[in-house]
C-alpha cells in the first residue's frame, strides 16, 4: 500500500518521511490540494532504480543486435577485453 502524505507535511515532518524512505526503501507520495503531485524517495533508492533502468536499456541493445545477427563469437569479444587491459 503506498504512503501518501499532503505537502504541508514535508514541511512539518521532514524527518518522518526522510526516516520512512531510509528504512522501507520506497517512495513516499505526496499530494497538493488533493491531487498526486510528487514521489520522494532516499538517493539510494533512486540510484538503484536508475541503474536498472540503465541495464534494462543495455539489455534491449544486446537483444537488439542479436536480432539482427550483429554478434561475434564470445571468445573473440573476450580477446579483445583482455588485449585492451594489457595495453
Known amino acids: 500500500m503506498p504512503t501518501i502524505r499532503p505537502s504541508s ?3 512539518n515532518h521532514y524527518n518522518e518521511i526522510s526516516e520512512f524512505c531510509h528504512k522501507y526503501d520506497e517512495p513516499v507520495y505526496i499530494t497538493k490540494n488533493g491531487q498526486g503531485d ?8 533512486y540510484e538503484k532504480i536508475v541503474g536498472k533502468f540503465e541495464l534494462y536499456k ?24 583482455e588485449k585492451g587491459i594489457q595495453e
Not at 510528487?38 to 533508492?45: D, P
Not at 534491449?60 to 573476450?78: C, N, S, T, W
Open 38 to 45: 510528487l514521489a520522494v524517495m532516499s538517493i539510494e533508492t
Open 9 to 11: 507535511d514535508l514541511r
Open 58 to 81: 543495455l539489455l534491449d541493445e544486446g537483444i537488439e543486435q542479436v536480432r539482427k545477427q550483429k554478434v561475434r563469437p564470445f571468445h573473440e569479444a573476450l580477446a579483445d577485453i
